[in-house]
């Protein structure tokens, strides 16, 4: 049983479809941290802050052009009621800051992350000059559903939180600890098909072992990513 000491970090998601992260939240290692209080997770939907009878939260973008963009007014309003002086306001964006270990363990030091999921050509530049504190990228491509960013954000976060991981060592052996992609993972049987597990994993001398993690991680970071290594 996980006895939590301080405050949940919490994830208010703002969303034109919200339904999208609710078997994400209750699912696996995020549900169950759900259900112990080590995070609480919120998908809100962003039309409950739009006014008039129709709840019109996009409109298309002056100067012409392609899609919708989402109109600032039901954000400004969503953001003022949700945000307190803790808070940070994250916008998911294709042209943000990479997502990667480093950002992942400064937002989990946070106590409430405000996600401003982008759908249709995005949101309103001046969402993105007033009230965002960060703008974050998953990867170099365009989703048509940004609480999908939204759900990979929270889940990497989410590691960094203390008690989430059912082993905390596992964060040492990610990709990227370090500035290496991590070894290979072998499990039972030792042998399946004729394809059989690297004899040194099965030696008991820790030591070897560590040593073949070892090399391994650099072999396939010079290989995949030698990037990292400068």
């Not at 939907?45 to 007014?73: C, Q, S, Y």
């Not at 001398?205 to 400068?230: F, Q, S, Y």
Request: aromatic share 6%; glycine share 8%.
């Amino acid at each position: 049983m996980i006895r939590v000491m301080y405050e949940p970090l919490r994830f208010d998601v703002l969303s034109l479809f919200p339904e999208t992260l609710n078997g994400f939240t209750s699912e696996s290692m995020i549900g169950r941290a759900c259900e112990h209080g080590l995070i609480d997770i919120q998908s809100l939907d962003l039309r409950n802050w739009a006014e008039g009878r129709h709840r019109i939260t996009d409109d298309r973008p002056f100067g012409g052009g392609a899609g919708m963009v989402l109109k600032p007014e039901p954000i400004f309003a969503a953001v003022e009621e949700l945000r307190s002086p803790d808070s940070k306001v994250l916008y998911m964006a294709p042209d943000g800051e990479s997502l990667c270990r480093e950002v992942c363990q400064e937002l989990a030091e946070e106590s409430h992350l405000i996600i401003l999921s982008g759908h249709y050509e995005g949101v309103d530049q001046r969402v993105r000059d007033e009230l965002v504190d960060r703008e974050i990228s998953v990867g170099d491509f365009v989703l048509t559903n940004g609480a999908l960013a939204a759900a990979t954000l929270i889940d990497s976060v989410s590691r960094f939180v203390p008690g989430v991981l059912g082993e905390e060592d596992s964060l040492s052996q990610d990709s990227f600890t370090g500035g290496r992609l991590s070894f290979p993972q072998y499990t039972r049987p030792a042998d399946f098909c004729g394809m059989k597990v690297p004899e040194v994993l099965l030696s008991g001398d820790h030591g070897a072992i560590a040593r073949w993690r070892e090399e391994r991680m650099a072999e396939k970071t010079r290989e995949r990513r030698p990037d990292l290594l400068n």
